[in-house]
Nanobody, 128 residues
């Protein structure tokens, strides 16, 4: 059974940091592109970042570039999203996803159909 479970969300002040984790099981993690996608209230899915299976090819949405860092742990089948300098426009449900296309520049919007597996999502809030 495929499982992706996000953790590490919560409430942070503007300018603060959070690290999201995604624990995975039930599929061959080492062969999958992993991604983070978010959905703000009332808005569509927004692609955030991709990392390829080897970890050497990474892309970010312009909205998070230079503030967020994606990484993966091949030994524990984990994906991380380190978020710095969180802004009022960052609050959303953040989803971990597996099986998307090879990392490249993407348009901001995306669809669940583009990925093979999804987590249940975790809430990130930014407020003073």
């Amino acid at each position: 059974q495929v499982q992706l479970v996000e953790s590490g969300g919560g409430l942070v002040q503007p300018g603060g940091s959070l690290r999201l984790s995604c624990t995975t099981s039930g599929f061959t993690f080492s062969t999958y592109v992993m991604s983070w996608v978010r959905q703000a209230p009332g808005k569509g899915l927004e692609w955030v970042s991709d990392i390829n299976s080897g970890g050497g090819n990474i892309y970010y949405a312009d909205s998070v570039k230079d503030r967020f860092t994606i990484s993966r742990d091949k030994f524990d089948n984990l994906v991380y999203l380190q978020m710095y300098d969180l802004k009022p426009e960052d609050p959303a449900i953040y989803y971990c996803a597996a099986g998307g296309a090879e990392p490249s520049e993407r348009p901001p919007g995306c669809s669940k159909r583009e990925f093979d597996h999804w987590g249940q999502g975790i809430q990130v809030n930014v407020s003073s």
